[in-house]
């Protein structure tokens, strides 16, 4: 295997790239109330999602420990990267660059590089399916890195939430505004910046307008949207992710559309109905 592309679990895998040994995730540690969960192939969504609406407290996740990244560059191959979290969300990117030199420690000449995605969920994914194309068609190391930072750079994440008690619980909105917003319906649409710090882009009243609202803001500021490959996933609404992707295909015209479901962390902070995309 010449290069192997870790993941941590927030990323979403595709069937294909469940299946193909360059991929390999890096597993989250989520807990409710104390109750541990893991955020693998094991994860239980709708089991999660119940315990999570029943608790009055904030969920939490926690990173892969830095040996966790090591043993996952212990493997051989000649190319090694690393794909996190937003490093202005979790612990996660520091953790793999720590992963990262105590694999150097012993491999001195690896070739290794740990990508902070400036997103999560499934930009995380397109992100990881960049690097493979590059691999693929026979890119240098050096030149991989280069076209996949300014990939990043590029990219846009977006999402609209069914409810807002996770941000509230997590102390990313206050319970005042919280409060409001349920009692009138408002529905926040969300962005990042290029430095993958959240920020609200608009909001509209009812689910159905927010989304259609998401889909305009995302057909504005699309760039060569025949290149691109758009990831949208859902936590556990299929519905609403085909209404989605139908809204999206009546206004923009891209490459491709991937709908998946929710990795643990996504449902962590999506919460049901809950929609991410990024292009």
């Known amino acids: ?141 050096e030149a991989i890195i280069e076209k996949v930072d300014d990939f990043i750079l590029h990219m846009h994440t977006y999402f609209v939430l069914e409810s807002l008690d996770n941000l509230r619980k997590n102390g990313r909105l206050s319970a005042v505004k919280a409060l409001v917003a349920t009692a009138l319906n408002i529905k926040p649409v969300m962005g990042a910046t290029d430095q993958g710090v959240i920020i609200q882009l608009g909001q509209a009243r009812g689910m159905q307008k927010a989304l259609r609202l998401m889909a305009e803001t995302i057909t504005a500021e699309l760039e060569h949207p025949e290149e691109k490959v758009l990831g949208l996933v859902h936590c556990n609404n299929p519905e609403r992710a085909e209404y989605v992707k139908q809204e999206l295909m009546k206004l923009v015209k891209v490459k491709d559309i991937i709908v998946l479901e929710s990795s643990g962390v996504s449902t962590l902070y999506a919460a049901q109905g809950g929609i991410i995309i990024a292009v």
Do not use: W
């Open 1 to 141: 295997m010449n290069y192997r592309i870790v993941v941590d679990s927030c990323g979403e895998f595709t069937e294909d790239m469940k299946k193909n040994p360059h991929f390999v995730h890096a597993a989250l540690h989520l807990s409710i109330d104390g109750e541990q969960f893991v955020d693998d192939e094991t994860f239980d969504r709708l089991d999660f999602l119940a315990k999570m609406k029943e608790s009055p407290n904030c969920p939490k996740s926690s990173c892969p420990s830095p040996e966790v990244y090591r043993a996952a560059f212990d493997c051989g191959a000649e190319h090694l990267y690393a794909i996190t979290l937003s490093a202005e969300l979790s612990g996660s990117y520091n953790s793999a660059v720590l992963g990262m030199n105590l694999f150097l420690e012993n491999h001195p000449d690896a070739k290794v590089h740990v990508f902070n995605s400036c997103s999560a969920s499934v930009g995380e994914t397109l992100i990881a399916k960049k690097i493979a194309e590059y691999e693929e068609a026979g890119l240098d190391f």
